[in-house]
């Protein structure tokens, strides 16, 4: 494969994606950074192969080769390009935020499945004089989960939790940019949350402080992927505090890793919850684990 970095040769946009498979980057990751070093939207992936033979500037293949090179060294492609896709919106995300997966979709959709049909879209079957869904995320990061929330149920009033500052910064201005009305809380869990609500739902970190695996995580925050000796404090932490902030029938829904499902159930147990139970995320682990609060 041609060296393009020290040549006056410009590639065409064919030529770029040949290189990245070639130093092993996956497809789509090579297509949405060519499509950032372009200036273009992420999402015109077909334009790059209706336009493969086009040459990239100067100016384009410099940016190219720093997004090769960042990637290379295992950084998000939603670092390197500033945004992300997250249960269809756009999000800006950087290093002060942990880069939202897919599978975290599994939770949102889980969480809108367990409240009761929104008024807006059948007035019939609430009473005229309920009080609005009261929804809250705690651990929000980016705003991914409160905002995919609020999205889906603008009748609803969503809180966002998050002991970091700087991670706040970003989330309320991903809500501004949508122009989405949720609330932000700087709190460590519920030390500064008052009120009960109809959901709770958190993604927090639940891996362990000396797992190996985090040495593929470096360039996100540390603070929000590790828990304790064994990633589980966190998760307790959210388990015990959550009853007097639910709700009555409430439901507590939680990301866990791959293989903590039965403690995390066995957490929810013994806490009082009832109906608790697993879903799985997009490759089939189970990597979501919930419970509903006893009726009074």
């Known amino acids: 494969m041609k060296d393009f970095h020290n040549s006056h040769e410009t590639p065409t946009l064919a030529q770029c994606l040949a290189q990245a498979h070639a130093l092993g980057m996956a497809r789509l990751d090579a297509q949405m950074l060519l499509l950032h070093s372009l200036e273009r939207p992420l999402h015109e992936r077909a334009w790059l192969l209706a336009n493969d033979t086009n040459l990239l500037s100067p100016a384009q293949l410099a940016a190219w ?33 942990l880069d939202p997966r897919p599978d975290t979709e599994t939770l949102v959709d889980w969480g809108l499945a ?46 966002a939790v998050d002991v970091s500052e700087s991670a706040l910064v970003v989330a309320r201005a991903n809500a501004a940019q949508l122009k989405l009305p949720v609330k932000f ?15 709770i739902v958190s993604n927090p970190p639940y891996i362990a402080d ?35 902030h639910l ?12 293989d903590q499902a039965d403690t995390v159930r066995a957490l929810l147990t013994q806490a009082g919850y009832t109906h608790v139970q697993s879903h799985n995320d997009l490759a089939g682990l189970a990597r979501c684990s919930g419970g509903q609060k006893p009726p009074k």
């Open 114 to 159: 367990v409240l009761p049909v929104s008024t807006s879209s059948a007035t019939d079957s609430m009473p005229e004089n309920s009080e609005p869904l009261r929804l809250l995320d705690l651990g929000t990061g980016s705003g991914a989960i409160a905002l995919a929330l609020q999205f889906a149920r603008p009748d609803a009033h969503v809180w």
């Open 65 to 97: 080769n720093v997004a090769l090179q960042r990637r290379l060294a295992s950084e998000p492609v939603a670092y390197i390009t500033g945004r992300k896709e997250f249960f269809g919106l756009t999000l800006a995300v950087d290093a002060r935020v």
């Open 210 to 244: 000396a797992d190996p695996h985090l040495t593929a995580l470096r360039h996100e925050p540390l603070q929000a992927l590790t828990s304790g000796p064994d990633g589980l404090a966190d998760l307790r932490r959210i388990v015990t505090g959550s009853l007097a």
């Open 185 to 199: 809380i700087a709190s460590d869990w519920f030390d500064r949350v008052s009120g009960v609500f109809d959901l």
């Open 247 to 258: 709700a009555s029938s409430g439901w507590l829904l939680l990301e866990h890793g791959f």
